[in-house]
Structure formats: C-alpha cells, structure tokens
C-alpha cells in the first residue's frame, strides 16, 4: 500500500525566511509519480510540480526548489525568501498505475499549513 | 488555459433539497474527478470519469449523483443530504487516468447543509 506523510502540521515563518516543506513516501512499485500542490485559502489546489520514479533531478522553478531522494523516500520542497503569498496549505501527493485492478491511486499527505507573516 | 470552473461557488441546502454541482474545463482532457475535503484534511476521491464513463465510484452513497454530459461537462446531483456531507467539493480533471497526468483543480463548492 502506498502512503505519504507530511509530518510538518504548521510552519509558521517571517516573510523572507526560507522554508522546508518535508514529504516522505512509502510504495513497492518501481514506477511511481509524485506531485506537490498548493491550495490557498480560496480553495483550489494549484498544480506545482511532478516528479517520475525514474528523475532523481532536482528542480528550481523561481523561488521553489524540490529536493528527490529516493535513497530516503523523500521529495522536499523549499521556498526561498517567503513571501505572503506563499501562504497556503501544500500537499504532497504520490501517484502510481496498479496493475492489479488498472486503477490509478492517488494518495495525498495530511498537508502543510504554512503561514507567512508580513 | 489550464482553468477548471465550478458552480455555484457556495451552497446551502437543507436536508430535503435537490442541487446540482457543476464543473467545466476546456483543456480537452478525458477524465474528470469529484473530490470532497473536509477542513484540515486532503481531498477524498468520490468518482472518476474516464471518456465520459464512470469508471470509479469510492462507494459513495447513492444520494451523490455524478453524470458527465460530455468530454467538458461534469455534473454532480446531490439529493437528501446530511448535514456530515458538509465539505469543500472539488472537481479536477487530467489528460487521462493514467498514474503520470498531473490532475488541474477548479476552485470548489463550499457545500453547507442544514
């Protein structure tokens, strides 16, 4: 079974501190997809990022960096120089094709709240 | 355009009504998601449509509905409700079903029911 943890409930930081948001996965499949998505408080989850089993390359993207370590099962996510915007809650979010039942799973984490003070 | 929309932004309805959630995207994708959050928690798949075609139900109870009209349209018709069934309603949709197509979401129906 697949399962994603964000241990991280609440990050609270003043704004142009970076931030780490942790995310550590557990899945058997050799063939996995990760996604980070942020969902500010209007409520709809914004698409940032997704990452194959097979890229261990890490990506800058502006101000976000994600970190893939598959020797850890974790796919961090850094927030350089924080902004108020940037308050929301993240979830990580793992993907994968079970063979078995040709059903696609996605398993979200608990999520991230992170609060940016002005 | 990566643009999900959703109707009506918020609704209230009382245990006896009959409502309708709407859902639209023009990217040209095939499946279409509901989704439903409850506060401080991750989205719950509800269903999955794949070329118009219910291709997963989460056992959700039978006073949730989905239809999907066509390839942009998502619909999901709510009868009878708890007030328990009080949650942001997500709709999303993806290229495909497959494990590597990011999902894109729209802004969600707060839902109250009282």
């Known amino acids: 079974a697949q399962k994603v943890t964000q241990a991280q409930t609440e990050i609270s930081v003043v704004e142009k501190e970076d931030v780490t948001l942790d995310c550590v996965y557990e899945?058997?499949?050799?063939?996995?997809?990760l996604f980070w998505y942020k969902q500010p408080p209007s409520g709809e989850l914004v698409f940032l990022i997704r990452r194959n089993s097979f890229d261990e390359q890490n990506e800058i993207s502006g101000r976000y960096s994600w970190n893939f370590q598959k020797s850890t099962s974790s796919f961090n996510f850094t927030i350089t120089a924080s902004q108020v915007v940037d308050s929301a809650v993240y979830f990580c979010a793992l993907s994968e094709d079970q063979m078995d039942t040709g059903r696609r799973a996605l398993t979200f984490g608990s999520g991230t709240r992170l609060q940016v003070q002005p | 355009d990566t643009e999900v929309t959703q109707t009506p932004k918020h609704l209230v309805m009382g245990m006896t009504n009959k409502k309708s959630l709407k859902c639209e995207q023009h990217m040209g994708h095939r499946a279409m998601y509901w989704y439903k959050q409850k506060a401080k928690k991750p989205p719950e798949l509800m269903f999955v449509?794949?070329?118009?075609?219910?291709?997963i139900n989460e056992s959700v109870p039978s006073r949730f509905s989905p239809e999907c009209p066509n390839s942009s349209l998502l619909n999901l018709h709510l009868h009878a409700l708890q007030p328990e069934d009080s949650a942001l309603y997500l709709c999303a949709s993806s290229q495909g079903t497959s494990a590597s197509y990011e999902q894109y979401f729209g802004p969600g129906t707060r839902l109250t029911v009282t």
């Open positions: 899945t058997r499949d050799t063939t996995y997809y």
């Open positions: 449509y794949s070329y118009e075609k219910l291709s």
